[in-house]
């Protein structure tokens, strides 16, 4: 399995109770989804979950997870992100995308030249933000990826133009 064969649909914020019951926050569209898509896998693949939800809690889902029996257990779990494999999750519409398809990505400007290299995709409430690695610079560019900023989206060339607002670069 390669990286890309499995997106991360979601994490473990910890125990839930006492009886082995965790606390997942879903980074799903529709949080309940991240249940439906088969077993789900921690990121080394090591280990692998079924996942029933029981009742939705502050910040996030409470579920039972296979295997996971003990508050230990699942404390041991915490920060724990969960993977569901591609071909079991909903195929995107034309202009959406998973964050795991945009990380590595060259980055350009409208005239082709060279930017940087999308390093990771952030979410702090009010949209996507690209973090693009410059080279040559210390710290990453944070690009909003709205479709004013970010026209083009080029996966079979691996590449997205971004047309940064004055004073962004």
């Known amino acids: ?36 898509y088969g077993p789900l896998y921690t990121q080394d693949g090591a280990r692998s979950f079924k996942v029933r939800l029981t009742r939705p809690v502050a910040g996030g889902l409470g579920a039972r997870l296979t295997g996971v029996e003990t508050k230990e257990q699942a404390d041991a779990l915490k920060g724990c992100e969960l993977y569901a494999d591609r071909d079991r999750l909903p195929a995107l519409p034309e202009d959406e995308f998973y964050h795991a398809d945009l ?16 390093a990771a995709v952030q979410n702090h409430g009010a949209g996507d933000i690209l973090e693009v690695r410059v080279p040559g610079r210390a ?31």
């Not at 990286?3 to 879903?26: H, P, Y």
């Not at 990380?103 to 999308?118: A, F, K, Q, Y």
């Open 1 to 36: 399995m390669t990286s890309t064969d499995r997106i991360c649909v979601g994490s473990i914020a910890g125990a839930f109770g006492v009886q082995g019951e965790v606390r997942l926050k879903s980074f799903c569209a529709e949080p309940s989804d991240i249940a439906a």
């Open 139 to 169: 710290s990453a560019l944070l690009v909003p990826f709205t479709l004013a900023v970010v026209p083009t989206v080029d996966l079979s060339r691996g590449l997205l133009i971004a047309d940064l607002p004055e004073g962004l670069d």
């Open 103 to 118: 990380i590595g990505l060259s980055v350009r400007d409208p005239g082709g030249v060279e930017i940087g290299t999308v």
